[in-house]
Nanobody, 123 residues
Framework: QVQLVESGGGLVQAGGSLRLSCAAS????????MGWFRQAPGKEREVVAS????????YYADSVKGRFTISRDNDKNTVYLQMNVLKPEDTADYYC????????????????WGKGTQVTVSS
């Protein structure tokens, strides 16, 4: 069993930055692919970024490439999402996700979810 707790959301102006953190409890953190999804009001949940267990491989949605960076610290059981040059369309609830051994790009891929943290970008 893995529990995920997100933090770092908030209100920021367009062009600003935020860093989200996701602390994981449980064992064998490095065996999990970790990801960030987001869901805007009235829209489906979509993947933002994912990272392999040891951090050697990353994936980004086209909409965030070059602006967001996913990273992880396995000693701290934590995954991060650095978000730069934020746009109003990045406004959403952001969710941390985990899947053991295999990458995660769809909602159905996820084994464990966090409860989410809200990000609001004002224009």
């Amino acid at each position: 069993q893995v529990q995920l707790v997100e933090s770092g959301g908030g209100l920021v102006q367009a062009g600003g930055s935020l860093r989200l953190s996701c602390a994981a409890s449980g064992r064998a953190f490095s065996s999990y692919y970790m990801g960030w999804f987001r869901q805007a009001p009235g829209k489906e949940r979509e993947v933002v970024a994912s990272i392999s267990g040891r951090g050697g491989s990353t994936y980004y949605a086209d909409s965030v490439k070059g602006r967001f960076t996913i990273s992880r610290d396995n000693d701290k059981n934590t995954v991060y999402l650095q978000m730069n040059v934020l746009k109003p369309e990045d406004t959403a609830d952001y969710y941390c996700a985990a899947r053991r051994f295999t990458n995660l790009k769809l909602e159905g891929d996820v084994d464990y979810w966090g409860k989410g943290t809200q990000v609001t970008v004002s224009s």
